[in-house]
């Protein structure tokens, strides 16, 4: 990577992308760069890797699919430090995927992110804010919020049923207070969908905290019939 000129070039100062270098370095940077997503030692480079993907996929629309289908190949899974690193990188790529991009792969990214919210690591759920708080991005989520709100609901309802965090949870209620701020109706629509369930949930996890016990209290007393 060493190798490769600063993409903004010398007679451009102030400007942070050259589309005419971009250009010229587009070949290189598909066959030699973004394989780098999957090396051993990545984070070693991971500083200069974000700067490169950030001026390719803004000096040029063709790179932001092939950039964003690398990195989710390459998602790492248990290095927060590397995860945190693509998290950037998905999330500055997706300011610039297209209208019709966005909606053939928002699914598959938005479960990458909030599993990443829900998940143990707090910097890792940290990071996995940044995409819903993109203003390039809003106009995208609010178009498709009827399809991608009803996707990741249930995802962080669970999350938010199931963390310990406290730093986890209070992150998964910033992305429903911003899903409530770009699309209130269909938000609280879902809420009120989820109460009854919500409900029946409890109910049925009342009864198998009480079975359990029932059945741990059976076999140290023996004289304990459950049938009566």
């Not at 609901?153 to 770009?182: A, C, H, V």
């Amino acid at each position: 990577m060493s190798n490769i000129p600063a993409v903004g070039g010398a007679s451009n100062p102030g400007n942070t992308v050259s589309e005419a270098n971009v250009a010229k370095y587009e070949d290189v940077y598909l066959q030699y760069v973004l394989p780098l997503l999957g090396a051993l030692h990545f984070p070693t480079c991971s500083d200069n890797m974000f700067s490169i993907v950030d001026q390719f996929v803004k000096g040029s629309p063709n790179l932001v699919m092939p950039t964003i289908t690398e990195l989710v190949r390459h998602f790492p899974i248990t290095r927060s430090v590397k995860t945190i690193t693509f998290l950037k990188m998905l999330t500055v790529s997706m300011t610039k995927m297209n209208v019709r991009d966005f909606k053939k792969n928002m699914k598959l990214l938005f479960h990458l992110f909030v599993k990443c919210t829900t998940g143990p690591q707090v910097k890792v759920s940290d990071a996995s804010l940044g995409v819903w708080h993109k203003i390039e991005l809003e106009p995208l989520i609010m178009d498709n919020a009827k399809i991608l709100f009803p996707f990741v609901y249930p995802m962080l309802s669970k999350g938010m049923r199931e963390n310990w965090s406290q730093d986890i949870i209070s992150n998964i209620d910033d992305i429903f207070q911003t899903m409530n701020r770009i699309d209130s109706f269909i938000f609280q629509e879902l809420c009120r969908q989820k109460q009854p369930q919500q409900a029946t949930m409890n109910g049925n996890d009342h009864l198998k905290t009480w079975a359990v016990i029932a059945r741990l209290a059976a076999k140290t007393d023996k004289t304990l019939n459950l049938a009566t």
